[in-house]
């Protein structure tokens, strides 16, 4: 039979070594100018955070968290605790407070990594971390701020004097290498564990060249937040390729990440669209910058949600930078599908080519998607009838951290995991994913994505705002309601007439309500919580007649 | 944790029937005609097999023998067996008789899938055959000829009328899969255990960018035999894409091979250096082909041994087809290494890539690679010390099947292959295979390649045939002596001089037989063991003063 091998995350790192051990890992500093150093230097260094590990008393499975921004740090705490048998928690720095308390405290993290911008973000709640007994600023000692976190030290006294070399242990594949929570829309964060043998296959499957083919050859720059869905992978997928990396550190702004891309020749760069439409209005604007400006970018990824078509028709003809999109998820390391241009695809017309484009693309090798409804029967891949999503992958979460209760709200009995996420998949294999579960009306057995009668609505000439709930009705069970800020003069029979055009009558709203705003969260999302819970209590639900 | 998912090949099998039903399969027919279906019909017809082994009464674990060329009917076979937990035994149908019984009996293969035109090749040795039950013959019942092979039927009576739909097992990722032998230049072929997960890992490396790079828009020829180092794995690999495949059945001579590339724009091939070689001699001699007849391919995969330089820069400039290597071996499934253009790589001169080109490559991702020494002892990375390549990845044999002799023989104490082969690493990565640590000469703890002295004297004007063997001594253990076919007026002396300029005085052979003819084995190679038997039944070693 096969040796006995398993698959851990150390071996990206002992391939970089030596092979790669040459290539850069570029760093943009908050002064403006620029860290760099080599995988072999890296290596160096991770080797000491290890013994630093070691020192410090940090067993198997031992915790520490880290608050930072993409840098080169950064990147070293992705390995140092991982193949050292621990694990590493990546805690997102804009959770409001009870959360970070929460999920610092259910990870039990000992050691707590933070950048000198994000000291002030744990001051307030120090307090009320019950694990963490050291806290060690990404910085040397200059960089550590006045503080009342105690106790404090640096990152790099925390590693110095440490031989650059490690006997790495031999870890069991299935051993957890990182824990990172997902914020639904509602409830507590959930943590999902990710393992060694998760990430090493989402690694392999990251450079297969039908998904993101990222190669020795390319430059790559994660924009994404490496405390977010695992910097997408990325820090895994260049180590073990020896792709030059960049890490913008805290220079995310779309003005900032155009002289790096041009500087260091980046090839593929992975935002969320709203960055590249902020990209591409700067070059609009700017006297100084020829469209040639980006044209180093082989692969623009964009992730969280879908591109406009202008945009995707820009970045090919103008910059010569074409988008795809990768679909994905906390809980799935994050990738599940990405946009792969076939044979078949490459026989359509241009404009179909780009309907395509703005879905969330095909299941990646290794991926298993299907579709459900309510009752958990099969959906037809029509392109047109909606359906959860529910994946199976090597690389996807099996559980939520010491959450039974939302674990078996979010895994089938037969262990696929429940997405949330409302989607059809067309003949071409492609998902599109027209809502969130929880956000899609139910009427009368039959699904009406509110986001698309959103978006319709909001792509009106008179619309300001809109949003549309699902609120109860005696006999649909549910019907969308619309709550629009209009123009002057716009009428309800205007609107419905438009939406006409595109939709069936039963998609419909029942009533448009004209607002003046319409009451958003407080991370600027369209609050519809608040307004279906307004509407109940105003009118209980829609009668039969209406 | 990650959820509890096997790796198995029956994901390639259910990929290709959700996202590529429509991407074709061609077969060459021995009439010269082309039989051409669909992964979607392929499926169908790998469900019926499957009823077909149930309804036979083949338990898990049971293993049908396959000796067939390439086609879609074999296709059917790398999947039918596996997915349904049984195991296919690829047997090369070249192996002497006795190694065809010997292998036979001893995967005990309850069934026997052949070709109409190796019917007569099992006759002989049908008695000798103690586990097979059922010879089927791989065509309808007009292509079974008169045998006294019994009982007998054809593979599409023994697949007809099933359900084209199977309801495939969960199978444990560490279930065997199939069984390939390998044959060493002495003694009985090993067995080799392929299992899912292996092949899932290997199939998904194909794949990555900077390997094959096998892509759901490739064409891919595999010339290589599917009964030989398992397809190269491309069998798995294009189901797994959704790669058009084309198989050229009987039609592997390059006569045969040019019209095929041409109709079906073929974008990868796989052979041995000696196809593209004759390739070339072909569209060189011809009055109607020109040099545009192999610009389809992006891929031309060479494997087995080195192309010459010669014939890398042809390629690239002529006929714009590069080449590029991969080494590996049926315990590795059989990918280890390929040929990677890094980005260091593309700053040398050509003729300094090209050398690159000509050597084994660099370890594919998940593949590790180290040199040792007679003792064991690690070898430097300098490009010049030959040292044994050892190597470790989550595809590569444990041990071989039924063989606890050749187990301890090839492995480790700490779990890694003793491959066999002597090879240099230098700078970039790149191995170097310089000979088989069989044919190595141990001179004074230092080794000095055969092959290497071989291919200089093969090189010299005035030298026919030559070969060089290592014979034993009194004081360095073993010395060189080389076996030289000289044409008329050649020296001793004129040969040793040709040498020193490229080696070491110490490599320098310490006699030189002038012969009339270098005996052969059976299959044409220089018989080494032969020359050293009958050096040392006439001389005994050499003495400490030569």
Same mark, same amino acid.
């Given at each position: ?83 050292s048998e621990r694990s590493i928690h990546m805690v997102n720095h ?36 019950? !694990? ?52 639904? !829309? ?361």
């Open positions: 039979m096969t040796m006995d091998y398993e698959l851990t995350i150390t071996t990206f790192l002992e391939r970089a070594r030596d092979l790669f051990s040459h290539k850069e890992i570029v760093t943009a500093l908050p002064d403006g100018s620029t860290h760099r150093y080599t995988y072999g230097d890296a290596y160096e260094r991770i080797c000491q955070l290890a013994h630093a590990l070691d020192e410090y008393g940090m067993a198997p499975g031992d915790r520490s968290g880290v608050m930072a921004v993409n840098h080169f740090r950064h990147y070293e705490l992705y390995f140092g605790p991982s193949c804009r959770l409001p407070e009870h959360h970070l308390v929460t999920i610092i405290n259910e990870a039990a993290d000992r050691l707590l990594f933070v950048d000198p911008q994000f000291v002030d973000v744990l001051e307030p709640i120090a307090d009320d971390l019950e !694990t963490v007994e050291q806290y060690v600023v990404l910085g040397d000692a200059d960089d550590v701020p006045e503080t009342s976190l105690s106790p404090v030290t640096d990152y790099e006294s925390f590693i110095a004097g440490y031989d650059t070399d490690y006997d790495w242990p031999d870890v069991d594949e299935e051993t957890e290498s990182a824990l990172c929570y997902t914020s639904g !829309t509602t409830g507590l964060p959930k943590g999902v564990q990710y393992t060694h043998r998760g990430q090493f296959l989402h690694t392999m499957m990251h450079s297969h060249v039908d998904v993101f083919a990222v190669s020795e050859s390319d430059v790559v720059m994660p924009v994404v937040p490496m405390f977010h869905v695992n910097g997408w992978g990325f820090p895994y997928t260049t180590t073990f390729t020896g792709a030059k990396i960049v890490l913008p550190g805290q220079h995310t702004d779309p003005d900032d990440l155009i002289p790096i891309i041009q500087d260091e020749e980046v090839t593929i760069a992975a935002a969320v669209p709203t960055v590249w439409m902020e990209v591409d209005r700067i070059i609009e604007e700017s006297d100084d910058l020829d469209p040639g400006v980006l044209n180093t970018l082989h692969d623009v990824l964009i992730g969280g949600s879908s591109p406009p078509e202008s945009l995707i028709r820009k970045y090919d003809e103008v910059y010569e930078a074409p988008i795809s999109q990768g679909y994905g998820m906390t809980e799935a390391s994050p990738h599940l599908a990405n946009t792969l241009v076939t044979t078949e695809v490459q026989q359509l017309s241009e404009s179909e080519q780009d309907r395509l484009r703005m879905k969330a693309g095909v299941p990646a090798p290794g991926v298993q998607i299907r579709l459900r409804d309510e009752d958990g029967e099969p959906v037809p891949h029509d392109g047109e009838t909606p359906g959860e999503v529910q994946a199976r992958a090597p690389w996807l979460a099996g559980e939520y951290y010491e959450r039974p209760d939302a674990t078996e709200a979010s895994f089938t009995d037969d262990g696929w995991f429940m997405s949330g996420d409302v989607a059809t998949i067309d003949e071409y294999g492609y998902i599109d994913v027209v809502d969130r579960l929880d956000d899609v009306i139910k009427s009368g057995g039959e699904w009406i994505s509110s986001i698309e009668l959103e978006n319709a609505l909001i792509g009106h000439d008179g619309v300001a705002e809109a949003t549309v709930i699902g609120v109860p009705h005696e006999k649909w069970q549910e019907r969308p309601v619309a709550y629009v800020v209009p123009d002057d003069g716009l009428t309800v029979e205007t609107l419905r007439e438009y939406l006409l055009a595109s939709f069936p009558k039963w998609w419909l709203p029942d009533r448009f309500e004209f607002v003046d705003e319409v009451p958003k969260t407080t991370t600027g999302k369209f609050d519809k919580k608040e307004l279906v819970e307004a509407f109940e209590s105003e009118y209980g639900s829609l009668p039969v007649e209406e």
